[in-house]
């Protein structure tokens, strides 16, 4: 991921706050959505822009979009996570 926008590490210990892991809850969906698309093979499934281009501002990892998107779209009220 060298020409992606690189991200901060979630796990990392910092002054203030502690993790910013510390503050999603264990049951929150966000988890369930990180570890699904964390385990699919982004390139195998032909997404676009897994390769990125030499020139211009560093994209954002498709990964990471795709993550946004499906966070959202399950806080959008549209799709009820099963309980």
Known sequence: M???VQGEDRRQDYLLPALLDDYV???NPVRAVEAFI???DLKAL???GMTPA???RPAY????MLKIYLYGY???GSVEPAA
Not at 61 to 64: E, L, M, N, Q, R
């Open 61 to 64: 990892h498709p990964s990471t």
């Open 2 to 4: 060298c020409r992606f």
């Open 74 to 76: 399950l806080k959008s």
């Open 46 to 48: 032909e997404f676009a």
């Open 38 to 40: 964390d385990a699919l």
């Open 25 to 27: 809850s264990a049951d």
């Open 54 to 56: 030499e020139t211009g």
